[in-house]
């Protein structure tokens, strides 16, 4: 339920008459209600939904790590130099792409934007803060459409790396479409709600959110399949020799000659540009093979967790009708208010723009 703007008229019309409970409650259910109704919810089903808003779908199953954890947890990467190069995100081999020039400059901003935008965006969606703080709510849906834009761009800067071969085609086209849907969702909430379509504005915020979700529920899938892939035991990646000397120094370590001689050339220099097969293990010993492992799955699972969370928020839009018919009817006051053209339906409304039923305002 994420609005930037006309929160009065719609904390005024609350989850009023539909929301009362039918005959009084007692024990555990009123303790429930107490704690629901605190963050401002008026519906029992709505509070654990909200986390699941929050959190992310895993492997279709139910949402796990909440995107204020992760956001959180993931601050320390800003020491790009140290945190982020020898932590968990970054897998052996990507720091060949990311130590210099401008994929560099790229992840920084990129981290810089998304990490603060996933912290802040939970706050759009307690309603707590829409009712009391309707300013700070508007303000605050604002920057993280500016921050998740500029996330966006950044990302694009990075895309193009090539670290694992054929598979990162996979990788590339998935990471467009998400820069690509997460866009066009940020704009179509943007226009909505510049046309006071209230309920359009809440379903398109919570469908770009739930697919910026994407990212976090791939990776917990990629360290889950990582291991999986590497006992199936017929999995290889593709390396460059410049790519492997590369990530060998930073270690400290000797180049694996044994492994691959293919690298050297016949007076013992590094054949740089030359590419060799590298296959995927969980062997801590040769970090190009573990770093395969995880690089060579994360593809097929980001599209995999795409269209989980795509069906996910379709699933919870479907789940909540009479919280969009009520915000239908408050974007009709406004807009009349407002003196908008076809009140109910100033925005991109399917009985505007598609074949829908014309809505027509409760007498």
């Not at 694996?256 to 001689?261: G, H, L, N, S, V």
Request: glycine letters at 8%; proline letters at 5%.
């Amino acid at each position: 339920m994420v609005k930037m703007e006309g929160s009065s008229a719609v904390d005024s019309s609350t989850e009023s008459n539909s929301e009362k409970h039918e005959g009084a409650v007692s024990g555990h259910a009123a303790r429930y209600a107490k704690v629901y109704q605190f963050f401002g919810f008026g519906r029992a089903y709505n509070f654990p939904l909200y986390f699941v808003v929050l959190t992310i779908v895993s492997a279709g199953v139910i949402f796990a790590g909440g995107m204020l954890g992760f956001s959180l947890s993931r601050l320390s990467d800003l020491d790009f130099d140290h945190h982020f190069k020898n932590g968990f995100a970054l897998v052996p081999g990507y720091w060949y792409y990311f130590h210099h020039g401008p994929r560099r400059m790229g992840m920084i901003l990129h981290l810089a934007t998304v990490l603060p935008a996933g912290i802040l965006m939970v706050l759009q969606f307690t309603p707590v803060i829409r009712k009391k703080f309707i300013t700070f709510h508007r303000i605050n849906g604002y920057t993280v459409l500016l921050l998740l834009l500029i996330s966006n761009g950044a990302a694009c800067v990075v895309l193009p790396h090539k670290q694992g071969g054929g598979a990162r085609t996979a990788t590339q086209a998935a990471e467009a479409f998400l820069v690509i849907i997460t866009t066009l969702g940020m704009a179509m909430a943007w226009w909505n709600i510049r046309r006071k379509q209230i309920d359009q504005h809440r379903a398109w915020m919570l469908r770009t959110m739930f697919y910026m979700g994407t990212i976090v529920t791939s990776r917990v899938i990629n360290f889950i399949s990582a291991p999986i892939l590497a006992r199936i035991d017929n999995y290889y990646g593709v390396w460059s020799c410049d790519e492997l000397d590369f990530l060998y120094k930073n270690l400290a370590l000797p180049f694996p000659e044994a492994e691959y001689p293919r690298c050297l050339l016949p007076d013992g220099t590094l054949d740089s540009g030359f590419r060799v097969a590298v296959k995927a293990t969980q062997l801590l010993t040769m970090p190009e093979q573990f770093g395969t492992s995880h690089i060579q799955p994360f593809g097929a699972n980001l599209w995999i967790c795409i269209a989980v969370h795509i069906i996910g928020v379709e699933i919870y839009l479907g789940m909540t009708p009479r919280e969009s018919e009520r915000l239908r009817r408050v974007s009709y006051e406004k807009q009349l208010e407002a003196g908008f053209a076809n009140p109910g339906s100033a925005g991109l409304t399917s009985d505007r723009w598609g074949d829908a039923e014309r809505w027509t305002p409760p007498k």
